[in-house]
């Protein structure tokens, strides 16, 4: 019996090939072991629903106290006109935030790695800076900063700026040194050694990293809000689930919740593919196996 025969990648290396006998059958476009990983969770969200909502119509609670999931997703659509408006004001600041993280940890990264002085001397401050409660803080950002954008996307970038910087920090240092040793050999500059050797081994952290500080983004930009809304200064999706909570409108509190949670989910994927883009060729954490 013939061996069988070996498809290449369209890049015409073998990263992505598999054997034609091995090929995995698609549903939807997408791979059959794909799918428990999207059922399974499908499926214990729809009976935690469920069972939500049997337990709030068997035991009468009234819905100010809990509301049930169908009454949650009728205030959505009810209040979707406001409630809107305020989530692209939390996710401009959360994307804003976490633009001015990325640039601002990786480039004090690339500096720590090309000087172990300046490392040394600003690193701890940073520490400082990430482990100090963003909600002890805010207050005084806000009077600082006399402008409650600005205020609100320092507090977020605050929270989101430290995983990146850790991350890549950590990758740049990570480099073979075996291959450090030859670039120098071969009398590369630190430029050259920077960009073709230690930035690549570095972009699997960093894009660790990004999945984090999206997140954090999105919370510190909901805490910061938290603190600017008891003024009545903030209009973003904090602000609303404490107008909803004083009014007593606990299914809009809800709503503004499950609109937090689901931007937060959305961050998280939408990372999460950037990363699988750009290490799916290369890297082992993204290479597909046979086995």
């Known amino acids: ?12 290396t073998d990263a992505q090939a598999l054997p034609l006998a091995l090929a995995e059958a698609r549903i939807l476009g997408l791979p059959v ?9 499908v499926v214990i969200g729809v009976l935690v629903l469920a069972l939500w909502e049997f337990a709030v119509r068997w035991n009468e609670v ?46 004090l990264a690339v500096l720590f790695s090309q000087s172990k002085w300046l490392e040394m001397a600003l690193l701890p401050y940073a520490v400082i800076l990430q482990v100090t409660p963003v909600v002890a803080i805010a207050p005084l950002i806000i009077i600082w900063a006399d402008d409650i954008d600005l205020s609100l996307l320092i507090c977020a970038w605050i929270v989101a700026f430290f995983p990146i910087l850790s991350n890549t920090i950590l990758g740049l240092n990570s480099a073979d040194h075996n ?41 510190g930009a909901v805490v910061a809000e938290f603190v600017a809304g008891t003024g009545g200064s903030a209009s973003g999706l904090a602000y609303r689930i404490l107008e909803a909570g004083y009014q007593l409108k606990i299914p809009r509190v809800f ?12 961050i998280f994927l939408a990372t999460s593919l950037i990363s699988h883009l750009l290490l799916r060729r290369w890297h082992e954490s993204a290479i597909r196996r046979e086995n």
Not at 1 to 12: I, N, R, W
Not at 255 to 266: D, K, P, T, W, Y
């Open 33 to 41: 072991s794909a799918w428990p990983r999207i059922i399974a969770p």
């Open 255 to 266: 709503a503004a919740l499950v609109m937090i949670s689901l931007s937060g989910v959305a």
């Open 62 to 107: 009234p819905s100010y106290v809990l509301p049930g999931p169908l009454l949650v997703a009728q205030t959505l659509v009810a209040d979707w006109g406001t409630l809107s408006g305020s989530l692209w004001v939390t996710l401009k600041i959360t994307f804003m935030a976490l633009a001015a993280a990325v640039v601002v940890g990786v480039t």
């Open 1 to 12: 019996m013939s061996a069988p025969v070996e498809t290449l990648a369209s890049d015409g």
């Open 179 to 219: 291959l450090v040793n030859l670039f120098e050999l071969y009398g590369a500059s630190r430029w050259q050694t920077l960009r073709y050797l230690k930035l690549p081994a570095a972009l699997p952290y960093f894009l660790a990293g990004l999945k984090i500080s999206g997140g954090l983004a999105l919370i």
